[in-house]
Nanobody, 125 residues
Framework: QVQVVESGGGLVQAGGSLRLSCTAS????????MGWFRQAPGKEREGVSC????????YYTDSVKGRFTISRDNAKNTLYLQMNSLKPEDTAMYYC??????????????????WGQGTQVTVSS
């Protein structure tokens, strides 16, 4: 059974930093590109960042470029998101999942339908 567990969220002031972690089990972790998604209240879930299975390639949505860094440790089945210079508009529930990049958008691939419970990030102004 596939499980993903996100952690590391919290309340931080604008300009602050957080590091999110996601541990996956029940799958061959390095078979998948993995990514972070977020959903703010009243908005659709959006892809934030995606990293290839090897970690050699990364992709970011425009609003987080230069502020967020995605990484992975395949030996630990763990995905990370370092978030710096946080803004109030980054406030959302953050989720990790497998990812694919279609055009300029990061999406969950059709063959992977698992989500964790998410971790809440709240940025105060």
């Amino acid at each position: 059974q596939v499980q993903v567990v996100e952690s590391g969220g919290g309340l931080v002031q604008a300009g602050g930093s957080l590091r999110l972690s996601c541990t996956a089990s029940g799958l061959t972790f390095d078979d998948y590109a993995m990514g972070w998604f977020r959903q703010a209240p009243g908005k659709e879930r959006e892809g934030v960042s995606c990293i290839s299975w090897s970690g050699d390639s990364t992709y970011y949505t425009d609003s987080v470029k230069g502020r967020f860094t995605i990484s992975r440790d395949n030996a630990k089945n763990t995905l990370y998101l370092q978030m710096n210079s946080l803004k109030p508009e980054d406030t959302a529930m953050y989720y990790c999942s497998a990812c694919t990049v279609l055009g300029h958008t990061i999406q969950q691939p059709l063959r992977f339908s698992y989500w964790g419970q998410g971790t809440q990030v709240t940025v105060s102004s």
